[in-house]
């Protein structure tokens, strides 16, 4: 069964202070690992898709990586409105997503 | 294009009372999933719609059930309402399969289970 564990749980950051989240998957069986941000009291919302190890995406101050067992999401001098909570999610084969819990991320002026 | 739009975006229910809860998906797109929220175990699948057949289905009891039509509007049905069924139930579509491809979910129901 796929699990996807994400860390930390929680994040606060001041503005301008970059960091990154991490997000293990199972290794085996991997086609496709997404990342999502969610708002309270909304869906979450697509950000990016990865495919293969040391593949990169990037948009505005967010770039995600991926290695063969883990994938990053790097966050460079986040502003307040980055504050939300990350999901990352793994697809695999005929099998539905599987949702890491999320990383709340507090981003202070 | 419009998102994916899910009805009502609250409700407040009784425990033995029955729920239909809607979505419409983004235009084109065919397949339809459902996810449970809470805070305690995260998003979890509950079943996948493709072309008005379920392609896909999660651990939930059989009181949990869906549909979809062949205008890809898809509902779920929920009988029996047990106090652990409040939760925010996510819809999302996708225009390849579920499993490998993006989704795009809409706001949810906040359901309240008393």
């Known amino acids: 069964e796929d699990q996807v564990t994400q860390s930390p749980e929680a994040l606060r950051l001041q503005e301008g202070e970059s960091s990154s989240l991490n997000c293990s998957y199972t290794v085996s069986g991997l086609r496709g690992l997404f990342w999502y941000r969610q708002d309270p009291g909304k869906g979450p919302e697509f950000l990016f898709t990865l495919y293969s190890a040391g593949e990169e995406k990037e948009k505005e101050r967010l770039k995600a990586t991926l290695t063969k067992k883990e994938s990053f999401l790097h966050i460079t001098a986040p502003k307040p409105e980055d504050s939300a909570t990350y999901l990352c999610?793994?697809?695999?084969?005929?099998?539905?997503?599987?949702f890491g819990s999320g990383t709340r991320l507090q981003v202070q002026p | 294009k419009a998102g994916v739009t899910q009805t009502p975006r609250y409700l407040i229910k009784t425990r033995g009372q029955q729920v239909t809860l809607s979505c419409s998906p983004i235009s084109g797109h065919r397949s339809v999933s459902w996810y449970q929220q809470t805070p305690g175990q995260g998003l979890q699948f509950l079943f996948e719609y493709f072309s008005e057949t379920q392609r896909n289905k999660g651990n939930f009891p059989g009181r949990f059930s869906g549909r979809q039509f062949s205008n890809s509007r898809s509902e779920m049905n929920v009988s029996t309402l047990e106090l652990g069924d409040s939760a925010l139930y996510l819809c999302?579509?996708?225009?390849?399969?579920?499993?490998?491809?993006?989704?795009?979910f809409g706001n949810g129901t906040r359901l309240t289970v008393t």
């Open positions: 999610a793994q697809g695999g084969g005929r099998r539905a997503l599987t």
């Open positions: 999302a579509s996708s225009s390849g399969q579920a499993s490998n491809s993006p989704l795009h």
